[in-house]
Every structure is written in structure tokens, then in C-alpha cells.
T-cell receptor, first 115, second 113 residues
Framework: EAGVAQSPRYKIIEKRQSVAFWCNPI?????LYWYQQILGQGPKLLIQ????????DSQLPKDRFSAERLKGVDSTLKIQPAKLEDSAVYLC?????????????FGPGTRLLVL | GDSVTQMEGPVTLSEEAFLTINCTYT??????LFWYVQYPGEGLQLLLK?????DKGSNKGFEATYRKETTSFHLEKGSVQVSDSAVYFC????????????FGKGTHLIIQP
């Protein structure tokens, strides 16, 4: 089966610009996650969706970050305006359903550089 | 809050050496525990997992046992290969009504021939 798809793979922008990332999860997966991975650190959860509803967005900087999953499949993550500290790899993951034992499958990530 | 602590890298070993990468977690609730691996140029892949105390996860010769009494989930392999060179991440299910993972900082493993 096809894995989690993300685009673009790389993005370079200047601070205060806006940027959007796209994710297509594994077919049939109800749960979708966005993580931020800063160089030298482990991924940090930004937001979790169950179908088209938000389960957890407690670590999403809502003054500049937004995310949606309108039809319960694809998702977009937007940053507006970007700051230098937003330079990171943005990872999308999906799992069949919610639950503590469910395996999360990760996409290749989008590497963002903010100048 | 929840956290995962794993040994700093890089860890450099010779081929066929025994590997241990230490991982401890905060003991909030009874989380599921995971090891993910990131090979050069690739995305994160699940290596193994354990969902309850005393469970042993295993895959590709790697093993880790869920130790509730020591809040640990150390990764071991009896004989490493050059192809095991990668970054290894320990993670716990965050709990608290959500399902995100809390990751350690990662351990870069380098295997020399």
C-alpha cells in the first residue's frame, strides 16, 4: 500500500512570509498527525485529527499556525507569518484509528528553511 | 509533563558488537512505548513497540522490554551490522485523552566495518 505522501519536500522562504504544507495519509486511516522536528531533537506533536475533527491542538502556536482536514482525508498545515524559529522538518503521520497501541506511519517530511 | 530521555550520541561501534541504547520515560499512566528508526535519507519507520509491562517488542534482531519498575525501554541487539547505522528514537504514547507520541531526542548510531 502507498505510504503517507507529503509535499513539497523542501521550502525556503523569508521571515514574515506564509507557507503551506500538504499531506495525504494512508488510505483508510482515520487519524492524522502533524509533528515539528527541529534539528537535533525528536518530533513534537502540533495537532491531531480524527477524521475531520481536532482531537488535540494544545501545542499548536495558534497565533501563526493553522491546520485543516476538511473532508477527513488530506490535510494542510499553514504558517503565517513565518519566523526564523519555524525552520524545521514538518512531519505528517497517520494511523488506522485512535488508541495507545496504534502504529503511526510517517511521511518523508517537508524541510522548511526561514531566512 | 510527559517526557522521554535517551542516551546522547553519536554511538560508534564496530560490526558484530553488542548494542544497547538506553531509554527511560516519565511514569504518567501506562503508556505504550515505541522505538522508531530513521535511516539516512529516509523517513521515520516503526522498529518495534510494547503496549504493557513486561512485553517484549522485537524486529530485525532488535529487542526492547517494557520495564515498569524502572520506567525503561532499552533497545538491544546482539550483533550489529553496518546497515544498522541510523538515528534511533524512543517514544511514548502521550495519553491524557490524545494519541500523539512524545519522542526522545534521538541517538545517532554509527557502525564501522
Amino acid at each position: 500500500e502507498a505510504g503517507v505522501a507529503q509535499s513539497p519536500r523542501y521550502k525556503i522562504i523569508e521571515k514574515r512570509q506564509s507557507v503551506a504544507f500538504w499531506c495525504n495519509p494512508i488510505s483508510g486511516h482515520a487519524t492524522l498527525y502533524w509533528y515539528q522536528q527541529i534539528l537535533g531533537q525528536g518530533p513534537k506533536l502540533l495537532i491531531q485529527f480524527q477524521n475531520n475533527g481536532v482531537v488535540d491542538d494544545s501545542q499548536l502556536p495558534k497565533d501563526r499556525f493553522s491546520a485543516e482536514r476538511l473532508k477527513g482525508v488530506d490535510s494542510t498545515l499553514k504558517i503565517q507569518p513565518a519566523k526564523l524559529e519555524d525552520s524545521a522538518v514538518y512531519l505528517c503521520a497517520s494511523s488506522r484509528d485512535r488508541g495507545r497501541g496504534e502504529t503511526q506511519y510517517f511521511g518523508p517530511g517537508t524541510r522548511l528553511l526561514v531566512l | 509533563g510527559d517526557s522521554v530521555t535517551q542516551m546522547e550520541g553519536p554511538v560508534t561501534l564496530s560490526e558484530e558488537a553488542f548494542l544497547t541504547i538506553n531509554c527511560t520515560y516519565t511514569a504518567t499512566g501506562y503508556p505504550s512505548l515505541f522505538w522508531y528508526v530513521q535511516y539516512p535519507g529516509e523517513g521515520l519507520q516503526l522498529l518495534l513497540k510494547a503496549t504493557k509491562a513486561d512485553d517484549k517488542g522485537s524486529n530485525k534482531g532488535f529487542e526492547a522490554t517494557y520495564r515498569k519498575e524502572t520506567t525503561s525501554f532499552h533497545l538491544e541487539k546482539g550483533s550489529v551490522q553496518v546497515s544498522d547505522s541510523a538515528v534511533y528514537f524512543c517514544a511514548r504514547h502521550s495519553g491524557g485523552g490524545a494519541d500523539g507520541l512524545t519522542f526522545g531526542k534521538g541517538t545517532h548510531l554509527i557502525i564501522q566495518p
